[in-house]
């Protein structure tokens, strides 16, 4: 459901359109929750186009693209980027999609990015496809690092999982970002049963022996197709067990400080050495967003490609901020909507109910590739 604010926003009068109650005055600035947390970090979506179509996330025909028109310009990013940075503490930003590396002035996007937040750290999640040959024009323009999703070393496997013969463009991709020094670089994976779960060693070996950070993603029921089930899916006590066949994971016990993934310290397991022994051969992060939510430290907030506000990838409720700025709302107006937008934040996305594949969970109307994960 999107809901249209309106700008300006009069007391008590929405034009007949669900508004989100404004703050209590008196709150601390920034964006706050009603449960006391605070959201440091953007997640925004520079398209909603792929160049891949993943089982979890896209059915194989793609999905209705939205129009050039529909999207954010390169100068409205920089503009609701800069109201986040200088009116709303947002400390880290990732870019993200859809993919971002279809977006022709993605580079054009990071340089103005940086030439007006020369500290703000800023990332981006991409698929590695054409990686190769836009990593260093990218390290140029400003971007500070980069997570490339790659679930499998199989040229089969992969095909299967992202209906795409890609995976040599994919590895040049990682290659060249680590090249470039967009590190240190991460690599997502989402294992699915019976497809690649049993690449949960292979990856994690590969990864360390090239010095990637492994994060392994729970599947989320985010899929285009709907097609997730609870039973289905791979849960990060399972991956824990699939890796302990190889290696040893111990907890990482630095402060997480809101970030998704758990991490751990790998070494390799040596049945004959005991359990304590062999160096730290690097870490390796488990995102258990389905069975060990994180929600209660979430430091989040997302626009979508098209200028809508999330809360949460969950969240079955979004605000526009690109109408009211295309209609000449000014910064503190913006402002505003955006911090009303995240008070109303849920507690929780509520996934970790045990029927979740049944009657008590919803699934939301938007899938991974249109909201930006
Ligand atoms: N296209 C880019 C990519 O794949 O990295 C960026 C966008 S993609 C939506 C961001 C991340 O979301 C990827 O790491 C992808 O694996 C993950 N993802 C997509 N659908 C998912 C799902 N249903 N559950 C868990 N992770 C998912
Ligand atoms: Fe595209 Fe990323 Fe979704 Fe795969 S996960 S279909 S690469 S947006």
Redesign the pocket.
Known sequence: MTIQLGIPRLPGSSGGLPVPPTRPSGVPAGLLDRFGRQATDLRLSLTDK?????T???PAQGLEWLSKQALMTADEIVRVVGISVTKLAIRELRLT???PLVRPDLVDIVRALRRQHPDLPISMTT?GVGLDKKAQALKDAGLTRINV?LDSLHEETFELL?RRPFLNKVLAGVEAARTAGLGPVKINAVLMRGINDAEASGLLAWALKHGYELRFIEQMPLDADHGWTRRDMITAAEIRELLSEDFILTPDRRERAGAPAERFQVRKRNAAAGESSGAVLGTAGIIASVTEPFCGDCRRTRITAEGKLMSCLFSREEFDILGPLRSGADDEELTRLWQDAMWIKPRAHGMDHSGLDSADFIQPDRS??TIG?
């Open positions: 792929c160049n891949l179509r993943c979890y996330c896209m999609g859809g993919e698929n999703s992202t991974m590739s994960g």
